[in-house]
């Protein structure tokens, strides 16, 4: 038997178990579909951990979030866009933490899609912080309802991809690009 | 306010749109005295770009007054701003290695999918370039909204003509960085592909960085006229043979240095680039890369291949073989225009480099639409057009 590991992360493997190699580095692993995006920001990362600690600031880099409300220090209640103007809720507990460094989180029963995730960050020397975010869910409606929410462009891999990319911006430049030529404007295409 | 904006292929048009307002805190919204039509604005015109929306307004050569300036600008109204065509923050890991244009913060984050899916990663925001670029609205206006102002627009001293300096906002800077990339030794001969303004700036900055010869290659007896004047031998390719010409005035050496200032629409009638032209209608090929090819070929063994020129998607026939067997090194890339943006303001000051010589229409903006297709249609004679929003129609 030829040894075919590598030590590419599990969320670019290409075949089989790749899902499951994926969803284990996940503390509560839910669903069947995985999505992991890294990316570079050139700021420290207790800087970064601090801004994404506070939930409350989620909205200001994701698109989907319509709102998010902390119950507790470990508790947030998420309402999130879905397709054809619909919503989505979930209570999202933490379920671990280490300061500067990473922020898992499932959620609860009674989800309208069971989720779970982790934001990682590293230090990266000259070039700032690599932050990696995994992310577990079920896709309502199957394979179907994926379909679904990519033509709707809410589908978790390419929200977490844009996500990622204006939590760079807003962090390194103090604001997110926009071709908007009025805040009218700004306000009808969202983030 | 009044607004060039594009609706098709072969189709600009005046229209009324609402005025730009401060959005981000970086941001400044300038009143535009001088806009101009830029060669690659014609790619747009001719429907090589892809990702263009009818209603897209045009330009990102332009320069003017600062009329609004949102918190974090450091800007004052009443300046006169000339404003890079590369939207780049200025404070990230490119920008500080002065890459602006690869600057991924300009760029609207749903924009940069269409980038990473062609190209591997996202570049900068560019004003008036289709939605891959960021769907910025463009220059050819009466108002615009540049965003990062505190990092991206060069003052304008008082009393130094609009017309002097305009041309900081992309072609000077793409023709210096074309020559610098060419890596020019003293002594050296240098060949230009293109006579248009790229070129002709190219022709100017090889001279200064030292090079002996340098040969303009056009078809264009103005152009070429012009290249003339600055001390370049030409030729004419359609009187003569480039490569055998090349070869016999640099004694079979071949020009130590190349650079390809034509790009994706180039002219002529080579069967590789009829062959082009059909794969490029029928969508089979999107670039019709002649001058980069024979660029190659005609280049020494060892030497050093700039290319300025736009390039968008995929070639085929691409000499890869004699670019490996001679050694080539090449270099290129979208202008870093903030890089060089205050050095070339000196020159212009001080009379180093000539910008005017290239103007050869001003007309107020209403009339840009007659602009581009003079531009297009006229191209011997129509080097450059200046649009000016406030000039009588």
Redesign the interface.
């Known amino acids: 038997m030829t040894d075919r590991r590598d030590d590419a992360p599990p969320t670019t493997k290409k075949h089989g178990d790749a899902a499951d190699a994926a969803t284990a580095s996940l503390i509560e692993g839910k669903g069947s579909s995985v999505v992991g995006r890294s990316v ?1 920001i ?1 700021r420290p990362a207790n800087e970064l951990f601090a801004y994404f600690r506070d939930f409350t600031n989620l909205p200001h880099f994701m698109e989907n979030i319509v709102s998010i409300t902390v119950a507790d220090p470990k508790v947030s209640h998420w309402v999130v866009k879905a397709p054809a103007g619909a919503t989505m809720e979930w209570d999202a507990r933490i379920t671990q933490e280490e300061p500067d460094r990473l922020i898992a989180w499932t959620s609860q029963p009674g989800a309208d899609i069971a989720n779970s995730g982790r934001i990682e960050f590293r230090d990266a020397g000259a ?2 912080t690599v932050v990696t975010a995994t992310i577990a869910y079920d896709p309502p409606g199957g394979t179907i309802g994926k379909l679904i929410a990519k033509m709707f ?1 809410r589908e978790p891999a ?1 929200q977490a ?3 990622l ?2 939590f ?2 807003l962090m ?12 009218k404007q ?1 306000e009808e295409m969202g ?1 | 306010m009044k607004a060039l904006a594009w609706h098709g292929k072969h189709d600009v048009r005046i229209d009324t ?10 941001d400044c919204i300038i009143k535009v005295t001088s806009t101009a039509i830029c060669g690659s604005d014609l790619h747009l015109y001719d429907g090589y770009i892809p990702t263009m929306q009818a209603g897209d307004i045009l330009g990102h050569e332009f320069m003017g007054e600062v009329v609004e300036v949102g918190p ?1 600008s450091t800007l004052k109204k009443g300046q006169r701003v000339v404003v890079p065509f590369t ?1 780049a ?1 200025g ?3 490119h920008c500080n290695k002065h890459q602006y244009s690869a600057c ?10 269409i980038a990473q899916e062609l190209y591997g990663h ?1 570049m900068s ?1 560019l004003f008036g370039y289709s939605h891959m670029t ?4 463009g220059g050819q206006a009466e108002y615009v ?1 540049v ?2 102002s505190d990092v991206g627009p060069i003052v304008i001293p008082d009393g130094v003509d609009d017309d002097k300096v305009l041309f900081l906002s992309d072609i000077l800077p793409t023709g210096w960085q074309a020559a610098e990339y060419a890596q020019i030794e003293p002594g050296d001969t240098v060949a230009v592909w293109g006579c248009g303004p790229v070129g002709l700036f190219a022709v100017q900055s090889a001279f200064l960085m030292g090079a002996e010869r340098v040969i303009a290659i056009d078809h264009f007896p103005h152009r070429l006229e012009l290249a003339k004047r600055f001390g370049a031998e030409t030729i004419n390719f359609e009187e003569s043979a480039t490569y055998e010409a090349l070869m016999e005035m640099t004694g079979g050496i071949g020009p130590d240095a190349v650079i390809d200032a034509v790009g994706l629409e180039a002219h002529g009638m080579f069967v590789d680039n009829i062959i082009d032209q059909i794969k490029a209608s029928t969508f089979l090929g999107t670039d019709r890369p002649h001058s980069i090819r024979q660029a190659i070929i005609a280049c020494r063994k060892g030497g050093r291949v700039s290319m300025p020129a736009v390039y968008g998607g995929f070639v085929d026939k691409f000499p890869l073989g004699a670019f490996m067997e001679k050694g080539l090194t090449l270099k290129t890339g979208q202008t870093h225009v903030q890089h060089y943006m205050p050095a070339l303001l000196n020159a212009i000051m001080e009379d180093k480099i000539d910008t005017e010589f290239l103007i050869s229409h001003r007309m107020p903006l209403t009339d840009a639409p007659k602009g581009y297709d003079l531009f297009k249609n006229h191209q011997n004679e129509t080097t450059k057009i200046v649009l000016k929003p406030g000039m009588a129609g």
């Open positions: 570079t050139d070039r700032g462009q390419i991809r844009r996500d990319r204006r760079k911006q390194e430049t103090g604001e997110v690009a926009t071709p908007a030529m009025n805040p700004y983030l | 749109v609402d005025d730009p307002e401060i959005v981000n805190p970086r974090k939207i923050c404070s990230c890991y991924p913060n300009g760029l609207p984050a749903d924009n940069q999918d996202e925001g960021g769907g910025y609205a909204r965003p990062f």
